[in-house]
T-cell receptor, first 114, second 113 residues
Framework: NAGVTQTPKFQVLKTGQSMTLQCAQDMNHNSMYWYRQDPGMGLRLIYYSASEGTTDKGEVPNGYNVSRLNKREFSLRLESAAPSQTSVYFC?????????????FGPGTRLLVL | AQSVTQLDSQVPVFEEAPVELRCNYSSSVSVYLFWYVQYPNQGLQLLLKYLSGSTLVKGINGFEAEFNKSQTSFHLRKPSVHISDTAEYFCAVKSASYGKLTFGQGTILTVHP
């Protein structure tokens, strides 16, 4: 099993450009999450999807959109990138029930917006 | 609402010395508690978690943590650290019945030879 995979690993954008970050998991998990990581701020939740076909806002959703394409894939879109969106983005997934309380993280996408 | 405070942003320590990384949380309901580790340029991986039962939880790589409900703490300890333990450590809390994971700000552990 590959676990959680993310593409791309690195990206440089100019202000105003758009891009989509891709995430896929092969663990048959229902829940998927997008976080951003900034120095000294830990991880902050952008959006999450509790199951296929549903998405909800997290703590910092402004400037982002998401799509839960199917059970495996959960993408994050920046429609008009801003320098404040320079960050490391992590996707995570989680199974069901108390045995599934652990979130499994992908390797991250490092985004620089100029 | 729940929150997590990691009391030290950086902890330097010598190899083979003991270490404690401190974590306090606030929540009005029962919680699950987690410690994750992030090695340089990698994603996060679970070190250990407390869901219920024994308040002393053992994790991977010789780490352990103790849940103290009265002090609302979940400090991480290791009796003897190795150079390879150099990483950033995140404490996280989740309501036992609903909701999402809330992370602390992270503690960078640097182990010196």
């Amino acid at each position: 099993n590959a676990g959680v995979t993310q593409t791309p690993k690195f990206q440089v954008l100019k202000t105003g450009q758009s891009m989509t970050l891709q995430c896929a998991q092969d663990m048959n998990h229902n829940s998927m999450y997008w976080y951003r990581q900034d120095p000294g701020m830990g991880l902050r939740l952008i959006y999450y999807s509790a199951s296929e076909g549903t998405t909800d806002k997290g703590e910092v959703p402004n400037g982002y959109n998401v799509s839960r394409l199917n059970k495996r894939e959960f993408s994050l879109r920046l429609e008009s990138a801003a320098p404040s969106q320079t960050s490391v983005y992590f996707c995570a997934s989680r199974g069901a029930g108390t045995s599934g309380e652990t979130q499994y993280f992908g390797p991250g996408t490092r985004l620089l917006v100029l | 609402a729940q929150s997590v405070t990691q009391l030290d942003s950086q902890v330097p320590v010598f190899e083979e010395a003991p270490v404690e990384l401190r974590c306090n949380y606030s929540s009005s309901v029962s919680v699950y508690l987690f410690w994750y580790v992030q090695y340089p340029n990698q994603g996060l991986q679970l070190l250990l978690k407390y869901l219920s039962g024994s308040t002393l939880v053992k994790g991977i790589n010789g780490f352990e943590a103790e849940f103290n409900k009265s002090q609302t703490s979940f400090h991480l300890r290791k009796p003897s650290v190795h150079i390879s333990d150099t990483a950033e450590y995140f404490c996280a809390v989740k309501s036992a019945s609903y909701g999402k994971l809330t992370f602390g700000q992270g503690t960078i552990l640097t182990v010196h030879p």
